[in-house]
């Protein structure tokens, strides 16, 4: 029997070349704002209390997406592997891939962040009828309260025991506060 050679495969491995310093800088770049992204998870409950909170999430998540756009064109000029045309393999690749992913997600939590928390105007207290009560199903609940500002229905994440206290009807008072990147954010007042 013919004994198969290993030569085809040594040579394969010969071929790869180790990744350059600053790809792997940019590797790591691409890890850490996947990472941080997990934070902006935590910041999406916040948009409920904001108003037009859905428009508010797609527009910032575009905007991530157009960010990414330079960064990528930047790597590209930069990054020795990727401007002399290498193979750099399926998983850079994917790190790329993850950091378009973390920009749609983190840019809409931090406009978040810094919408709530920078407020440049006074807030305007009011009483507002609470339409309906609805909970999500799943192992962590959320509550939600949906009621009508300006005739616009609105859902509001709320607490729990705060959520067994409302009825349909019953008038609540909410403050609505203008935050630096134009968007009101809604808080409830006790």
């Not at 029997?1 to 800088?25: F, G, H």
């Not at 939590?109 to 207290?125: E, H, M, Q």
Request: hydrophobic content about 40%.
């Amino acid at each position: 029997m013919k004994r198969k050679s290993k030569n085809k495969r040594q040579r394969t491995m010969r071929q790869t070349e180790p990744a350059s310093t600053a790809l792997k800088i940019v590797s790591y770049l691409c890890l850490f704002i996947g990472f941080f992204s997990f934070w902006g998870i935590t910041q999406f409950r916040h948009f409920d209390n904001t108003r037009n909170g859905v428009s508010f999430f797609f527009l910032f998540a575009f905007l991530g997406l157009l960010l990414c756009i330079p960064l990528y064109i930047l790597m590209y000029r930069t990054v020795p592997d990727l401007k002399e045309g290498k193979s750099v393999g399926k998983q850079w690749i994917s790190n790329l891939f993850g950091l378009g992913i973390g920009f749609f997600f983190l840019t809409p939590a931090l406009a978040s962040y810094v919408n709530r928390t920078y407020l440049v105007a006074p807030p305007n207290c009011g009483a507002y009828k609470v339409i309906s009560k609805e909970s999500s199903s799943g192992r962590h609940q959320e509550y939600y309260a949906f009621v009508l500002i300006d005739k616009e229905e609105e859902r509001l994440t709320v607490f729990k025991p705060f959520w067994e206290t409302l009825n349909e009807g019953q008038n609540i008072t909410l403050c609505l506060q203008k935050g630096v990147l134009g968007y009101e954010y809604i808080k409830i007042d006790k």
